[in-house]
């Protein structure tokens, strides 16, 4: 794994994210931001700001996205954290848009697992540089419902819905599953075409982490009707959905809901978590 915040990230581990479709990155973001975004799923799991709000499952493994557009918390996670650069830096973008956050809490003993899937299919997207960063806000393994992936499933160009029981996918051999413990602060950064899955939580504890999903220079607008955001933006009522209505199929999907990210450091970076000094040099060459 690689120390994400006390070096760049290197030409050897953006080869493996191209290899495998996924890395492991250890400390993303410091302890402030582990604190400050543990407190802000805990408050949202009692009452969520997110798109499906009080629609939330009560079962054991909750799920809610599109926090950042009401909870500051989150909002801040997505433009002055440093997880912007590090897609941006894996994906060797030069620019880096926005799709959407959300978090995912395994409840103690939530022994379902979250089946086999890509998440390309759930997007109006389509381009290569789209990525997902899984962050770790508990210790992660294989009793608490870690993520495994299929390595190099991304390049098989292939769309795997949850459940679609589709005939060409089998369950993987154990040797092609790549997994790893995490500590909180780590990263998992999976393309969007890359198959995983989540296994059962055994232990009494809840694992939580929080997942923000982004775009590179390629991608263009592409919806279809079963693509985020899975129902009619007059329904949701939060106003920046509206600005999908300006989207064309086949064009840039810059707009309110799909915001570009300054990836200029800040220029009074602090040393709160609120830039990591370590992207300074950013943008860079590998
Ligand atoms: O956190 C989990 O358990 C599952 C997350 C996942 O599969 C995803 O974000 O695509």
Redesign the pocket.
């Known amino acids: 794994m690689l120390i994400a915040n006390s070096s760049k990230i290197s030409r050897q581990e953006v080869e493996n994210f191209k290899r495998d479709g996924v890395i492991c990155l250890k400390n993303v973001v410091d302890d402030y931001w582990v604190e400050r975004m543990r407190k802000a799923v805990d408050r949202n799991l009692l009452n969520s700001n997110g798109v499906r709000g009080r629609k939330l499952k009560t079962g054991d ?1 909750v799920h809610d996205y599109g926090l950042w557009l009401k909870d500051n918390d989150f909002r801040d996670l997505v433009f002055k954290s440093p997880l912007a650069r590090v897609a941006a830096q894996i994906m060797e973008s030069e620019t880096i848009n926005f799709l959407c956050d959300g978090f ?1 809490v ?1 409840k103690a003993k939530a022994d379902s697992h ?1 089946g086999w ?1 890509n ?1 390309l299919p759930y997007w109006p997207v389509k381009g290569w540089k789209c990525c ?1 960063i ?1 962050l770790a806000l508990d210790p992660v393994n294989q009793e608490n ?1 870690r ?1 495994e992936y299929i390595k190099g499933s991304h390049l098989w160009n292939k769309d795997l819905r949850e459940n679609s029981n589709v005939s060409w996918f089998s369950e993987p051999s154990y040797s092609d599953i790549l997994y790893w413990d995490m500590e909180p602060g780590d990263a998992l950064v999976h393309h969007f075409q890359t198959i ?3 296994i059962g939580n055994t232990t009494y504890k809840s694992r939580r ?1 929080i ?1 923000t999903n982004w775009t590179g220079d390629d991608v263009v607008y592409d919806p279809s009707p079963q693509t985020w955001p899975f129902q009619p933006i007059e329904e949701i009522g939060i106003s920046e959905f509206n600005s999908l209505d300006t989207l064309r199929s086949g064009e840039s999907i810059d707009c309110e809901i799909f915001p570009k990210i300054d990836l200029t450091p800040s220029p009074s970076p602090t040393s709160r978590g609120e830039q990591n000094p370590n992207f300074l040099k950013f943008p860079h060459r590998l």
């Open positions: 493994v995912f395994k979250v899937h998440d997902k899984w419902g993520l995983h899955h989540s982490a997942v």
